[in-house]
């Protein structure tokens, strides 16, 4: 049987998220893959679609409403893929107690504010371009480790390279789980 993914998208969800089949594309014949559109999730309504909207409507309440519905409809230990504002959602979601086996988390922004980690195996990865990284500092007192990756920024979660990348280390992970 599969191991069961959760993809969580950016903030944009599927609106500007074409990239997403290219993971799709790879992981899905060896993951049972739960795609969730993280402005669906956090019930957004947003009148004008620019980034400061869509961040603000996060930022001011729609974290909280979409790690509380994720909680509710996941409850079973599942691997996470997470892109930007998904990945600070699974972050939360871990951190209230959301069973994750592990968390692959690229460009998730607003970590740079936690104080604690999940309880679980945890890939992040940011572009060295990327404002929104945290610092080495933060992610020793956090006790996590950050995979920095020269000459990208905040969505380098879009690119066929890291696309690959990304998706053969998490093929590794299920291959390895079913020896």
């Known amino acids: 049987m599969a191991e069961r993914l959760i993809v969580l998208s950016d903030m944009?969800?599927?609106k500007k998220g074409l990239w997403i089949t290219s993971y799709f594309g790879y992981l899905q014949q060896y993951?049972?893959?739960?795609?969730?559109?993280?402005?669906?999730l956090a019930t957004l309504d947003v009148p004008v679609l620019t980034e400061e909207n869509i961040h603000a409507a996060f930022v001011d309440g729609g974290i909280d409403i979409a790690v509380a519905?994720?909680?509710k409809r996941e409850t079973k230990p599942t691997h996470v893929l997470a892109?930007?504002?998904?990945?600070?959602?699974?972050?939360?979601a871990g951190l209230r107690g959301w069973p994750?086996?592990?968390?692959?988390?690229?460009?998730?922004?607003?970590?740079?504010?936690?104080?604690?980690?999940?309880?679980?195996?945890?890939?992040?990865?940011?572009?060295?371009?990327?404002?929104y990284k945290p610092g080495l500092?933060?992610?020793?007192?956090?006790g996590v480790a950050l995979n920095i990756v020269p000459n990208f920024g905040?969505?380098?979660?879009?690119?066929?390279?890291?696309i690959g990348e990304v998706c053969m280390n998490l093929l590794q992970q299920v291959t390895k789980a079913a020896v």
Not at 31 to 40: E, G, R
Not at 83 to 92: D, E, L, N, R
Request: charged share 25%; hydrophobic share 35%.
């Open 12 to 14: 944009w969800g599927i």
């Open 154 to 162: 905040h969505e380098l979660y879009s690119d066929e390279k890291i």
């Open 83 to 92: 892109f930007s504002m998904g990945g600070t959602i699974a972050w939360k």
């Open 31 to 40: 993951y049972n893959i739960q795609f969730y559109d993280i402005q669906q």
């Open 100 to 131: 994750m086996k592990s968390l692959t988390a690229i460009s998730p922004t607003r970590l740079r504010f936690e104080t604690e980690s999940p309880d679980c195996d945890i890939h992040l990865i940011y572009g060295d371009c990327d404002e």
């Open 137 to 142: 500092e933060w992610a020793d007192e956090v």
């Open 69 to 71: 519905h994720l909680l």
